[in-house]
């Protein structure tokens, strides 16, 4: 069984109605119809080609990549931890 890197896009919309244009590039994780912006997973690897077709659809505002895998996922141990 091979794992595939995945990661999760951002995807800004002018009007909620184009969501199901949407779905077929990638895994549609969470949206939210307020905002107007969708949450998808893709593969990692297609992920350069997808938003540049993202980019040129009309009612698309902006994609953003999610910012998680910039974040620190290791701890140093704190001060008060050592008491």
Do not use: C
Not at 46 to 64: F, G, N, P, S, T
């Amino acid at each position: 069984m091979n794992i595939v890197a995945r990661t999760s896009l951002i995807i800004y919309l002018k009007h909620m109605k184009h969501e199901r244009q949407v779905r077929k590039f990638g895994h549609i994780v969470s949206v939210n119809r307020q905002e107007r912006y969708v949450v998808m997973y893709i593969n990692e690897d297609e992920a350069d080609q997808i938003v540049d077709k993202l980019m040129r659809l009309k009612y698309v505002k902006q994609v953003e990549g999610s910012p998680y895998k910039y974040l620190k996922k290791t701890y140093e141990k704190e001060q008060h931890e050592m008491l």
